[in-house]
T-cell receptor, first 112, second 112 residues
Framework: KAGVTQTPRYLIKTRGQQVTLSCSPISGHRSVSWYQQTPGQGLQFLFEYFSETQRNKGNFPGRFSGRQFSNSRSEMNVSTLELGDSALYLC???????????FGNGTRLTVT | QQQVKQSPQSLIVQKGGISIINCAYENTAFDYFPWYQQFPGKGPALLIAIRPDVSEKKEGRFTISFNKSAKQFSLHIMDSQPGDSATYFCAASMGGNEKLTFGTGTRLTIIP
């Protein structure tokens, strides 16, 4: 079974631009979560989607948004990029409400 | 109250020794405590997890010890091997909630 796939692996953007990251969960998994990982703040929860509905949201500004499609694939969008948005963005999926989280290898976003 | 405090920040252990990483939490509503292992360039991978109805869980060389009254839990790696060199994160969540609150991570190095 293929794991969680995130594309692209690396992105370089300029401050003020916007970016869209993509995540394909493990086949059959309906829940997708996004996390931001930085050296200073560690791993922080962004949001979680289940059956196309946002079920939970972390403490990030409205510039961070996401969505989930009917095939469970998810996208995350960051608008008006700031230097501090440079991070590894991780997507994780799981089957239902109690299963363990399976992480992808992330998208490394660099904002210059 | 949502924090999970992890120590030490870095740890060097000789091959064959025992690696011990500690975490403490404040929120008594947490009821799921996983440990993740992360190698450079990869996403975190679930290593082992425990719920507060047991005080210890063992899987191979990895053991979680859980002290509910002290609100602490720890990861023990027996017979540590160079391949165990990675960053380890403890985490906690409540009620099957997707949102994981992570510790700050411990960089473990196993030396020959």
């Amino acid at each position: 079974k293929a794991g969680v796939t995130q594309t692209p692996r690396y992105l370089i953007k300029t401050r003020g631009q916007q970016v869209t990251l993509s995540c394909s969960p493990i086949s059959g998994h309906r829940s997708v979560s996004w996390y931001q990982q930085t050296p200073g703040q560690g791993l922080q929860f962004l949001f979680e989607y289940f059956s196309e509905t946002q079920r939970n949201k972390g403490n990030f500004p409205g510039r961070f948004s996401g969505r989930q499609f009917s095939n469970s694939r998810s996208e995350m969008n960051v608008s008006t990029l700031e230097l501090g948005d440079s991070a590894l963005y991780l997507c994780a999926s799981r089957y239902g409400g109690q299963g363990s989280l399976h992480f992808g290898n992330g998208t490394r976003l660099t904002v210059t | 109250q949502q924090q999970v405090k992890q120590s030490p920040q870095s740890l060097i252990v000789q091959k064959g020794g025992i690696s011990i990483i500690n975490c403490a939490y404040e929120n008594t509503a947490f009821d799921y405590f996983p440990w993740y292992q992360q190698f450079p360039g990869k996403g975190p991978a679930l290593l082992i997890a425990i719920r507060p109805d047991v005080s210890e869980k063992k899987e191979g060389r990895f053991t979680i010890s859980f002290n509910k009254s002290a609100k602490q839990f720890s990861l023990h790696i027996m017979d540590s091997q160079p391949g165990d060199s990675a960053t380890y994160f403890c985490a906690a969540s409540m009620g099957g909630n997707e949102k994981l609150t992570f510790g700050t991570g411990t960089r473990l190095t196993i030396i020959p």
